[in-house]
Structure formats: structure tokens, C-alpha cells
């Protein structure tokens, strides 16, 4: 009973904290991260250089800030939260001013020797922002449009800053993510089906505005073989990578499309299918099956928690995930447009890879203080 009290003040010490941490879901994460380092040494052709030796000192880093965050009061992250939205507002309007450019796109910025992309951390302050507003929120005020135009505007800023760079994928992640959240709060179905009404009668005017490489990636999509040496070469090569793979694969390092550079980016958005090719259907549905387990871990850490505000961080962080491990998988299968999506903590990418970790510290702190209580000087907007 001690206990309990304790963790429900959130006076519980470092020790109580580090015995409620959800270790098998640590264990789960590590698992992967190991995946993506064989997944990158087979990418440089059987070296730890260039790819994997950096990813897994960057994922070092990350543990340690995962950690540290597990440990934090998730009260004081939930405090934090609007400055923290704020903060990556910022930062992507200095990308859209100075930000490096790269490929077309101008998604990052570069301090020291690291390239930072602010819209993967922006999706994470995106989650918090919209917890804090929606946790003490009656199921009537959630009912009252005017309640809604504050976070609609949330949703809606980092959007069209994402659209901007232009990064269409994460864009399209971001708003459905915060679109997640709208509907796990309490908000009406009928409104997401006028939402996506409107959605679908401005494709048109949306298509007509796409930059030409975006016009020419659903072009590609729905006819890959009207130009299989350009627009079309990376999602042919694709499909040759997952299906010359069979049953059990070709065997380590002896896959061809990976081994003769084939295949594209085989390091970031394509690393499935190296995968695929080496270790066949069994090795990718292992892969599967572990991201799904995380996936399901988030979901499960997020039916436990007793508040509003830890329910919904955990479902945006686990609905993030698997949006990401969707829209990869879909891309390099051809069911969807290339989009440029990486598989979280298996593609190569600093970024995506220190922001996974973080969000998986918040994920864990939500575990971990899963049944403190909040004080009512916290409850924003005002009752």
C-alpha cells in the first residue's frame, strides 16, 4: 500500500522507478536496433563501415536519453509540453529559411557534424501538445467546434511547414497522427468523415499543385514499367530484391541487387527488401512480427494507463510507429507511391533514429508513472 501511494504522488525513488520499467519492451527495442545493425553491415557489403558502426553509437546516445526519460515525472514532461511545441515550430521555420538542402527537399539542419531533421521531433511535440490539451477534457467540451479550433490550428501549422520543405510522407503522417488523437479523445466520427469528404474533393486541386518529382512518384506508382531506367528503377529493382528472396533468402551477404548496388538507397528507405533477399519470407515476417510487437507494446501501455494524458501520448507514439512501418513496407512492395519513409531503427538516418528513442523514453515514462495522479493546477485549457 506504501507503494502504491508513493507511485500515485510520483515520490517514488530511482529504484521503485527502474522496477516498474517495462524491461521485455526494452529488450523488444534493443531486438530491433540489432536487426537494423546486420541490416547495415550488409548494406556496405559486409563492413561496419560506413552505416552501421555510426548507428549503433548514435543508438547508444539514444538508450541513454530513452532511459533518462523513463525516469522523468511524466507530469513534468506533460508540463513541458506547448514549450516543447513551440520549440519545433521554431525550428522548422529555420529550416524553411536556412536549412541544408538536399535531393530537392530542404528538411534539415546541420549543427556540427549532425543533420537534423526537425519534423521527426516535431511529430513528437505534435503528440504531447495535443495530450495536454484533450486530458482533462469533457466528453461535451470535446463536442463543441470552438473547443476544436485551437488544436486543428496545431495540427494544421507543422502540416504546411512539412509540405513546404516539401517532405508529402511525413506531412501526411503528421496529420494523421494528430487526426488519431482527435478521435481517441472523443471526437465525433461524423466530423472526420466531413474532414475526409473535403480531403477527397480537393485532390484535384491538391494533384495540380504537387511538385513534378511527386506527380512523376504516383505516375510511377500506378505505371512503373513506362520508364524502368528512371522514374521507375527503384520500385522495379524493389520488387526483384523481395521476391528473389523465396522461402528462406539467399543467404548472408550473398544477396545480388544489394551486392551489386542494384538497389537504391539500400540503406534508408529500401532496407527491407535486403532483408528480404537475404533471409526470404521467413526473415522478413520475423522482422514483421517484432515491429508489430512494439507496435501492440505501445497500445497495451497506453489501455494501462490511468490517465488522459499518458493514453494519449502512448497511442500517438504507437500510431506514429506504425505508420511509418506501414507506409515503408507498403512503398517497397509497390502498393503505395515512393514516399522517402524509413523503417524506424533499421534505415540508416541519425534523426529518425535519436527520435524513436525519444519517443520511446516518453512512451516508457508513461509506463512507468502510469498511475500517478494530476494536480488540478495542470488542467489547461481552463474548465
Known amino acids: 500500500m506504501m507503494e502504491r501511494r508513493l507511485w500515485r504522488e510520483g515520490s517514488l525513488g530511482i529504484a521503485g522507478k527502474v522496477w516498474q520499467t517495462n524491461w521485455i519492451y526494452l529488450l523488444l527495442i534493443c531486438a530491433l536496433a540489432a536487426v537494423g545493425y546486420v541490416a547495415l553491415y550488409t548494406a556496405a557489403g559486409g563492413s561496419s563501415e560506413p552505416y552501421a558502426q555510426k548507428q549503433l553509437i548514435r543508438f547508444g546516445i539514444g538508450l541513454v536519453l530513452m532511459i533518462a526519460l523513463a ?42 557534424g549532425f543533420q537534423l531533421q526537425p519534423s521527426e521531433l516535431m511529430k513528437i511535440c505534435l ?60 471526437v465525433r466520427w461524423w466530423k472526420f468523415v466531413i474532414v475526409i469528404a473535403a480531403l477527397g474533393a480537393a485532390l484535384p486541386i491538391a494533384y495540380h499543385h504537387l511538385h513534378d518529382y511527386q506527380r512523376q512518384r504516383i505516375l510511377t506508382f500506378m505505371h512503373p514499367e513506362r520508364d524502368p531506367l528512371g522514374t521507375g528503377y527503384n520500385i522495379i529493382q524493389s520488387k526483384i530484391a523481395l ?38 519470407l521467413v526473415g522478413s515476417l520475423s522482422v514483421l512480427f517484432l515491429l508489430l510487437l512494439i507496435v501492440l507494446g505501445g497500445m497495451l501501455i497506453a489501455l494501462r494507463c490511468r490517465h488522459q494524458f499518458g493514453r494519449l501520448v502512448a497511442l500517438g507514439i504507437s500510431v506514429d510507429l506504425f505508420l511509418y512501418v506501414f507506409v515503408n513496407i507498403a512503398m517497397v512492395m509497390g502498393a503505395i507511391p515512393v514516399g522517402g519513409v524509413p523503417l524506424p531503427l533499421i ?22 508513472h502510469r498511475d500517478v495522479e494530476f494536480p488540478e493546477s495542470n488542467a489547461w485549457p481552463p474548465p
Open 71 to 112: 525516469m522523468t515525472d511524466i507530469r513534468i514532461i506533460a508540463k513541458w509540453s506547448w514549450p516543447l511545441y513551440v520549440v519545433g515550430i521554431i525550428l522548422l521555420l529555420v529550416v524553411a529559411r536556412y536549412g541544408h538542402v538536399g535531393k530537392g527537399a530542404q528538411r534539415w539542419i546541420a549543427i556540427g
Open 347 to 368: 534505415s540508416y538516418g541519425g534523426s529518425v533514429l535519436i527520435t524513436a528513442m525519444l519517443a520511446f523514453g516518453i512512451l516508457m515514462s508513461v509506463h512507468v
Open 243 to 280: 521476391g528473389s528472396g523465396g522461402m528462406y533468402g539467399r543467404g548472408f551477404l550473398n544477396g545480388s541487387q544489394g551486392n551489386l548496388d542494384f538497389l537504391p538507397e539500400k540503406q534508408t528507405d529500401f532496407i527491407f527488401d535486403l532483408i528480404a533477399e537475404q533471409f526470404g
Open 127 to 186: 503528440v504531447l501538445a495535443l495530450a495536454h490539451w484533450f486530458h482533462r477534457a469533457s466528453y461535451e467540451r470535446v463536442g463543441k467546434l470552438l473547443f476544436l479550433v485551437p488544436p486543428t490550428l496545431a495540427v494544421l501549422l507543422p502540416v504546411g511547414l512539412i509540405l513546404k520543405e516539401p517532405n508529402l510522407g511525413t506531412a501526411v503522417i503528421t496529420g494523421a497522427i494528430g487526426a488519431a488523437i482527435f478521435l481517441a479523445a472523443g
